[in-house]
């Protein structure tokens, strides 16, 4: 009778445990793809409020660089773009143009003194260096997530389950090159 109710434990071991480590992989990945989502989501907002500045800033420089209107013409042109890129992956994409865009624009603003003494110009430049910090921070927590989300999906058994539920990697999210023109350059005094 014991031999039986050994033999019968371990039947239903055999069969319990894949079954529980199937559905803790599972639960596993669906949280992980969901924190993937609120990242991006928290990107995005943080994307939608440099997007908000951009106009303000153009018709900025427009009121003291006239004859720059290829760099004005060139920022507006991306913004459109990304506001209206239909998946995350040419988001991306357009986000890296219009952070180079942008940083044109501030690079070509500092040939205009006039245009650096103003003050409008410098709050918008401050709400933008503010606005690209919640943007760094924003991608660098995203970046983490789908880090660990991609190993869960290399790893075993994780990648058999992400194989039946037909989840793939996901890309981390890289605005190209660090943002050198829009942050204040640093005034020694002696």
Known sequence: MTLIMIVLGLVLLAIAAPVVIYLSSHNRL?????????????????????????????????????????????????????????????RMEAEKNVTQQVNALIGMAERYPELKASSHFTE?????VGAENRITASRRFYNLTVGEYDATLRQFP?????????????????????????????????
């Open 30 to 90: 669906v949280a992980l793809d969901e924190r993937c989502e609120t990242a991006f989501a928290d990107i995005d907002a943080h994307l939608k409020h440099r997007q908000n500045l951009i106009p303000g800033l153009v018709e900025t420089v427009r009121g003291f660089a006239v004859h720059e209107q290829d760099i004005l013409l060139g920022v507006m042109r991306a913004r459109t773009e990304a506001l209206q890129a239909a998946t995350p992956e040419i």
């Open 124 to 128: 918008l430049r401050a709400e933008l």
């Open 158 to 190: 994780g990648n058999m389950v992400a194989q039946k539920m037909r989840l793939s990697r996901r890309l981390p999210f890289d605005l190209g090159f660090e943002r050198v023109l829009i942050d204040e350059p640093l005034a020694f005094k002696f």
